[in-house]
């Protein structure tokens, strides 16, 4: 029996050893290539391919290890790296056009209208932009759009047809399984939490949505008039009939320049850079152009800056991460910009759907104490909804998009109860305590109504506290912004409207008007937070960067179970996480 245990306990040591050992080699391993990588070269007659396919966030994030240097890391596949680049573009004379070759993207509305006008721009010094597609999604070709001359495969698909967003109940689901959630809110149009307490849409709901998308419909088709010089009158007409769903239908209406296969396209690119036909042209990724010119922006002032720091993802308590917004690393974010002296203005970039009201108010309280001291501009991004408009309201200005979702001020509890699947099961629970109210809530008892009137009273507590945010940032009566809050979203459009935003313009807009406010006319940007970086985020990093065996979490169960029932289990595990009350915008909200 001791000869079998020492066989097992040497063969665990052994495989311990190699898993060590293992690890200890893809450590070297990194730190050998992140120092020896290899320079991009931007060559003669090139072309840019705009590929999206690994740019999802406007921000990218710093990462650095006080312990392990080879963890520092500054990835450039962020929208704003994609903007600088193209930026950049403009006046290399080594560019002459962007192609946009089956393109595919996971970028909102908002970011592809910003990406769309940098093109544009792009377009006025004089280098083409041309564009490929076998099958185009309706917001790819918004975005596509904007190209010279757009090519489309002869047996390709053509989705031109409006907007719609499909919500989920979970009412009957939550009566069938026992597993209920208590709801309190404050706010007719407080949507988040509807999917629990209905099986169909409440008319304030389906008012809110409705008016959401066609807003965002018209923001999209105005751009695509403008370039395709087709009126919104006729696309509206297109889509309504799907009189564009076949090459040649979109052919015939305009949509497209020209049907044809991929090699004629790039036959095409060849002939407009003088390329033999025999000869392949210059091409470089868009995230390698950023990646090659990522010092061209510290070419600029060092001594004059705009501090740009991003807030994406839900607002969650604690330190925060690349896709969490964290009251940690915004404060040491604003902490940083206020003590660089060449900071003489910051940007907030907001692209959240709200979440934690407590951590909500702690972020707008840094703005307040960080604009007595530098102007502080807001720019929205997709959302800035919530608690994502929490955070924005006290700004010295406002921009958003005309497609930002924003709004959405209300407040919500949920609270999920099993008593009734436990008591199916034989379990039940009781409680023991020293006075009345000395027992928390309990998962496994129905809520009382004594309960539910003191969470009842911190819901309107918040609510109140969010107005009167709102009413002293906007300069509006706590009774305008009540009338225009009850939890409805906007549009950024109807935002400006209502007095909940300034103006109407991308991140560039609000970088200009900061840098007018602080009276620089040469100035950089610096971004801002930075997280420190573990051996998690290394190896997260390397998935994202294409290592499959280090996938993330979310693309492997997505992979599994397929994106629809993905979308199920993570709002379900969204509601689990929930502690306190909410400032957060409906959950989501899938626009295609």
């Known amino acids: 029996m001791q000869f079998l245990k020492n066989v097992l306990s040497t063969i665990v040591g052994l495989f311990l050893f190699c898993l060590l050992f293992f690890f200890f080699i893809l450590i070297i391993a990194a730190a050998v290539g992140s120092s ?26 710093k990462f ?74 309706q917001t790819d070709y918004y975005l596509n759009s904007v190209a010279d001359t757009l090519y489309v495969n002869p047996v390709g698909e053509f989705e031109f047809k409006g907007l719609s967003s ?122 390698d152009y950023a990646e090659a010119n990522a010092a061209a922006d510290l070419l600029k002032s060092m001594e004059n800056q705009v501090a740009i720091i991003y807030a994406q993802g839900e607002i969650t308590d604690g330190e925060g991460g690349l896709n969490q917004v964290g009251e940690i690393s915004i404060r040491k974010a604003f ?58 309201c006290g700004a010295d200005r406002i921009f958003a998009e005309a497609s930002t979702i924003t709004g959405s ?32 809530y309990s998962l496994f008892q129905p809520m009382q109504d004594k309960t539910r009137n003191v969470i009842t009273q911190s819901v309107e507590q918040v609510y109140g506290v969010f107005v009167s945010r709102v009413a002293q940032g906007r300069k509006l009566s706590p009774e305008a912004v009540d009338a225009i809050g009850q939890g409805r979203v906007w549009s950024g459009t109807d935002a400006q409207r209502i007095g909940l935003v300034d103006e109407i313009g991308g991140l560039d807009a609000a970088v200009k008007y900061a840098a007018k406010k602080a009276n620089m006319k040469d100035y950089g940007t610096v971004d801002y937070p930075e997280y420190e970086a573990d051996f998690n985020t290394f190896l997260q990093n390397m998935g994202n960067s294409g290592v499959s065996m280090f996938q993330s979490r979310e693309s492997l169960i997505k992979q599994e179970v397929g994106e629809e029932n993905y979308r199920i289990i993570e709002r379900l595990r969204r509601v689990s996480q929930i502690k306190g009350t909410q400032a957060m915008m409906p959950f989501e909200i899938n626009i295609r």
């Open 335 to 392: 902490k940083t910009a206020l003590e660089d002296d060449a900071v003489k203005a910051i940007v907030l970039r907001v692209d959240s759907p709200g979440g934690n009201a407590l951590t909500s108010d702690l972020i707008w309280r840094e703005v307040e104490l960080a604009k007595k001291k530098k102007p502080v501009i807001v720019s929205m991004g997709n959302y800035a909804a919530s608690g994502g408009y929490y955070i924005s």
């Open 36 to 61: 020896s990588k290899e320079t991009v070269e931007v060559k003669n007659n090139s072309v840019i391919e705009l590929d999206l396919s690994k740019v999802s966030m406007d921000y990218a994030g």
């Open 64 to 137: 650095s290890s006080e312990k392990f240097a080879f963890f520092n890391e500054e990835p450039k596949n962020g929208l704003i790296n994609v903007l600088k680049a193209i930026d950049v573009a403009k006046t290399d004379t080594k560019i002459k056009g962007i192609t946009i070759t089956n393109n595919t993207n996971n970028l909102g509305v908002a970011q592809l209208k910003t990406l769309r006008d940098k093109i544009a721009e792009f377009k006025k010094s004089g280098k083409f932009v041309v564009s490929y597609a076998d099958t185009y999604a």
């Open 409 to 440: 001020i209300g407040v919500f509890g949920v609270l999920p109860n099993f008593s009734k699947v436990a008591n199916n099961l034989g379990v039940h629970a009781q409680t023991v305590s020293t006075h009345d109210n000395g027992a928390e």
């Open 166 to 287: 499909e919500l989920m109940f979970f009412k009957d689901f939550q009566e069938k399984s026992g597993i209920t959630m208590e709801v309190i809110r404050h706010g007719k149009y407080k949507s988040a939490v509807e999917p629990f307490i209905a099986n169909e849409m409440s008319p304030e709901n389906r008012e809110q949505m409705s008016g959401l998308l066609n807003d965002l419909w018209d923001s999209m088709i105005t751009d695509i008039a403008a370039s395709r010089k087709i009126s919104k009158d006729s696309l509206n007409s297109i889509a309504q009939n799907l009189s564009a769903r076949t090459p040649e239908m979109a052919k015939s209406r305009g949509l497209v320049d020209k049907i044809g296969y991929e090699d004629q396209y790039r036959a095409g690119i060849k002939k407009a850079l003088k390329v033999a036909k025999d000869e392949d042209y210059e091409e470089i990724s868009i995230l």
